[in-house]
């Protein structure tokens, strides 16, 4: 089972493939890739509540997931540069077709359930437009008025994707720099100089950097801090592109890593200086700690403007993942793992059938506001359920890293965790899964932080999301059909389909792959 997928007719490693790199990122533009693509200020309030020690929860999550996600998606893609799938392929390369639609089942469905959630940041940073924060805040805490902006903004995107989005790219670079990275500077700089000029800190720096692991609620809600990071292994898909990858993308990963750990840790501590630990509100917290220190430096004619910055940067990254993850699902129906109904294209070749479907889900999901307490809870509900799902990927991408290392240990690899041996990609991959699985485990808890109304609610939520979701990809897959697969997909076959017409395929994808010098 350990052939090379690269050159299936052969039986051998090509050494073209093997040694074939461009050289056009540089470390870096990496790593300004990396930091725009995971960074994102909506999250600082959940850690927020703990102070000083928050800066242990960042520090443990990016050992223990933000790096190894990274490192080992960038050994996976540079295993299979001309094979499409991303999870897809990863996981169904080690573990079989089941498991790797199962991967990019869950990515995709997390990503549709991730949308209510940062919605409502974009809910609650529009509510905060007015100059009467008093109404502002009551406006942002209405149910019904959150539900209403949620709804409308994400249809409004889907509509815009339905006639293609050539231009989203642009508009998701500029949100990006106006709706998070300036935004992200401008409240470490406005608590630099609060302190400076005399302001009073609501956090006391006295604290400890370990937290109080004898309280068990502390760790249940930073186990929602894994979610902070996630989206790093979409960085893999560069590797190829980086001058000598094996050096210089660890140093990318790193350095982003690092650059994106400061921003959460002095951006939290730039929250918990502002507001009083007891105030703080999972949703709200991060525009009242941009009006309070306005109002403190005499300029709240400022908060607006803040407000309208994080809501353009929140609907500019909508905008992109509409219509994103439902790509690599579409790509992967065509190849005969979905009805024909899925695979309906309009005019403008944008998956239609699937955008219609992901927003029945949106509209659904969204309706939790009627049974949850508040808006906050249904907030956090949700980005546990997101949380989950998207771990079950990481746990399979992991396993499927450290497999592959056996079953296809002759594949070129132009990035490599490790020059020799597998002792690093044990480790690696070992304490990813391992952090993956702590963090999938605590998720079910829930937090008495936050008020959650009933547990049931919490719980069949989460078990019932879990395991419906989990369930659905393999129902599917039970009722596949031959006539499901589109004649004109070009999904590149599995090393492990040794069937003459695949092993054709394979050989002239690679042959093409080549010929283009990619």
Not at 161 to 188: C, D, E, F, Q, R
């Amino acid at each position: 089972m350990a052939t090379n997928p690269t050159n299936p007719a052969a039986g051998s490693p090509s050494k073209k493939t093997a040694v074939r790199t461009t050289a056009k990122l540089g470390v870096f533009t990496l790593m300004i890739m990396n930091i725009v693509a995971v960074v994102s200020l909506r999250g600082l309030p959940a850690e927020a509540e703990y102070g000083m020690s928050s800066a242990f929860y960042y520090l443990f999550a990016a050992i223990v997931f933000l790096i190894p996600v990274s490192l080992v998606a960038a050994e996976l893609a540079a295993m299979f540069p001309y094979q499409q799938g991303g999870m897809f392929r990863w996981i169904g390369e080690a573990f079989g077709r089941k498991a790797g639609f199962l991967g990019i089942w869950l990515q995709w469905v997390e990503s549709t359930i991730w949308f209510p959630t940062v919605l409502t940041f974009g809910a609650v940073s529009l509510a905060f437009i007015g100059l009467d924060h008093t109404a502002d805040s009551h406006l942002a805490s209405n149910k019904f008025y959150t539900i209403a902006v949620v709804l409308a903004i994400y249809w409004l995107a889907t509509l815009i994707s339905m006639k293609g989005l050539g231009w989203v790219g642009k508009v998701s670079k500029i949100g990006g720099i106006i709706g998070t990275i300036i935004p992200a500077g401008l409240l470490v700089v406005c608590g630099v100089i609060y302190l400076a000029t005399g302001g009073q800190s609501q956090m006391s720096f006295q604290g400890s950097f370990w937290p109080d692991f004898s309280n068990f609620d502390n760790v249940v809600l930073a186990a929602s801090i894994f979610l902070f990071y996630a989206g790093m292994e979409m960085s893999g898909i560069h590797v190829r592109d980086v001058r000598n990858p094996t050096v210089n993308y660890p140093k990318a990963v790193l350095g982003g890593a690092l650059v994106t750990v400061l921003i959460f840790v002095l951006g939290t501590y730039a929250l918990g200086i502002i507001i009083p630990a007891k105030d703080i509100n999972l949703v709200q917290s991060l525009l009242v700690g941009f009006d309070n220190y306005m109002a403190a430096f005499h300029m709240s004619w400022f908060t607006p403007v803040i407000a309208i910055a994080l809501a353009f940067g929140v609907l500019a990254g909508v905008l992109t993942w509409v219509a994103g993850p439902s790509k690599g699902v579409f790509a992967v129906g065509q190849a005969g793992y979905l009805p024909p109904f899925f695979q309906k294209t309009n005019r403008a070749g944008v998956q239609k059938n699937i955008l219609y479907i992901q927003g029945g889900a949106v509209t659904l999901l969204s309706l939790l506001f009627v049974v949850m307490p508040s808006v906050e809870s249904f907030y956090q509900i949700l980005s546990q359920l997101t949380v989950l799902l998207y771990l079950i990927a990481y746990l399979l991408m992991f396993g499927a890293a450290i497999y592959l290392r056996y079953t296809m240990k002759d594949t070129p690899r132009p990035f490599r965790i490790g020059r020799r041996g597998n002792w690093l990609m044990w480790l690696i991959g070992g304490v990813g899964f391992l952090g993956s699985m702590l963090a999938f485990v605590l998720s079910f808890f829930p937090p008495d932080q936050i008020p959650m109304g009933s547990n049931s609610v919490w719980y069949g939520v989460l078990f019932g999301g879990v395991a419906l979701f989990v369930i659905l990809p393999f129902v599917i897959l039970h009722f596949r059909k031959p006539s499901w697969v589109n004649p004109e997909s070009n999904f590149v076959p599995f090393h492990w389909q040794k069937d003459p017409e695949s092993q054709a395929r394979l050989a002239q994808a690679q042959k093409e792959f080549e010929e283009k010098g990619e």
